[in-house]
């Protein structure tokens, strides 16, 4: 007996290399991120450009996959079942802490079957109006959906996306009852604001500035602390009188779970000097956005914090659970 659990301990042990001699040599072959949303984002911009330096901070090809269905969620948990070893790494962004608030049966925890490692960027969202509408600020926006609840439309990209909540976010805030015009995708409501079909919709900055610059639509707030590069002449939420009023789309890197601490301290260093990298600044504020180092336990908090935010507004809007 003593004999055959000697050999199976040893069986053991040569299947499984001790953890030092996981972490000590890591990496030594290429890393996967996936992305569970197709090309054309900033989601999947991001994953490219933050690939292209930590290939040169960690010496090893690290490579793009897009992986997409179900609203991101069969990418996220393919990302949530991998090996725990620093090798297969996810970019999420804002849907990662919605998705969990408008489905009831998820395949994986957000809060606990993915280890966050560091947000990597921050992008501005704009309100944009259809260029016809008689409201020039947010403010008469506002006044002019007090006077009749309903009379205007906002269009989003689905019901409980990133561009659904936020609005009903600012609804909430401004004490303003606005009809939601659900679509198939954020392309196709950005296309029927801009056909005058629908009055708002709630956009990252990188999409909508190109539809603000034809004059078709405007731009009447954007989030954050101050003016976006992009669109300097659109005032903050804050400016318009609604300093209360903060949320911006972010974007950052999870491991599996149960990854171990030394490879998740190297990704977070390695990520965070990437970051620090001029190039891939410059890069992102040409997209919109601003790279966001953290810290693990910082990144942590966050998601936390904005999944506990998005439930919120949820129950306030009365959105139905799936």
């Known amino acids: 007996?003593?004999?055959?659990?000697?050999?199976?301990?040893?069986?053991?042990?040569?299947?499984?290399?001790?953890?030092?001699?996981?972490?000590?040599?890591?990496?030594?072959?290429?890393?996967?991120?996936?992305?569970?949303?197709?090309?054309?984002?900033?989601?999947?911009?991001?994953?490219?450009?933050?690939?292209?330096?930590?290939?040169?901070?960690?010496?090893?090809?690290?490579?793009?996959?897009?992986?997409?269905?179900?609203?991101?969620?069969?990418?996220?948990?393919?990302?949530?079942?991998?090996?725990?070893?620093?090798?297969?790494?996810?970019?999420?962004?804002?849907?990662?802490?919605?998705?969990?608030?408008?489905?009831?049966?998820?395949?994986?925890?957000?809060?606990?079957?993915?280890?966050?490692?560091?947000?990597?960027?921050?992008?501005?969202?704009?309100?944009?109006?259809?260029?016809?509408?008689?409201?020039?600020?947010?403010?008469?926006?506002?006044?002019?959906?007090?006077?009749?609840?309903?009379?205007?439309?906002?269009?989003?990209?689905?019901?409980?996306?990133?561009?659904?909540?936020?609005?009903?976010?600012f609804m909430s805030i401004a004490d303003i009852d606005l009809l939601h015009v659900p679509y198939k995708g954020a392309s196709q409501s950005i296309q029927e604001l801009v056909g005058g079909q629908i009055d708002l919709v709630f956009s990252s900055v990188a999409t909508g500035a190109p539809h603000i610059a034809t004059g078709r639509v405007r731009g009447l707030a954007v989030t954050g602390t101050e003016r976006s590069p992009v669109l300097p002449d659109v005032p903050t939420f804050a400016e318009a009188g609604y300093p209360n009023y903060k949320m911006t789309y972010w974007f950052g890197v999870f491991a599996p779970g149960e990854t171990p601490r030394p490879i998740v301290d190297r990704l977070n260093r390695a990520i965070r000097e990437a970051l620090a990298k001029q190039r891939l600044h410059d890069a992102f504020v040409q997209q919109g956005a601003k790279p966001v180092g953290s810290s693990p336990e910082e990144f942590s908090g966050f998601v936390a914090g904005q999944v506990q935010l998005w439930r919120d507004v949820a129950v306030r809007a009365k959105v139905p659970v799936e």
């Open 1 to 169: 007996m003593k004999t055959y659990r000697f050999w199976l301990v040893s069986l053991l042990a040569a299947a499984s290399p001790p953890l030092h001699a996981q972490t000590a040599n890591w990496p030594d072959h290429p890393i996967k991120i996936i992305v569970p949303f197709a090309p054309g984002a900033f989601t999947d911009a991001s994953a490219r450009l933050l690939a292209r330096e930590l290939t040169e901070q960690l010496g090893q090809q690290v490579l793009v996959e897009n992986k997409t269905g179900a609203g991101g969620v069969i990418g996220t948990d393919a990302v949530a079942k991998a090996r725990p070893d620093g090798y297969t790494l996810l970019v999420a962004e804002t849907s990662y802490a919605i998705t969990p608030v408008i489905k009831s049966k998820l395949p994986f925890d957000p809060l606990k079957s993915l280890q966050p490692i560091s947000q990597i960027a921050e992008a501005t969202a704009v309100l944009m109006a259809r260029g016809e509408l008689p409201a020039r600020t947010l403010g008469d926006m506002v006044a002019l959906a007090r006077q009749k609840p309903k009379s205007l439309s906002f269009g989003s990209a689905g019901l409980g996306s990133s561009s659904h909540l936020p609005m009903e976010f």
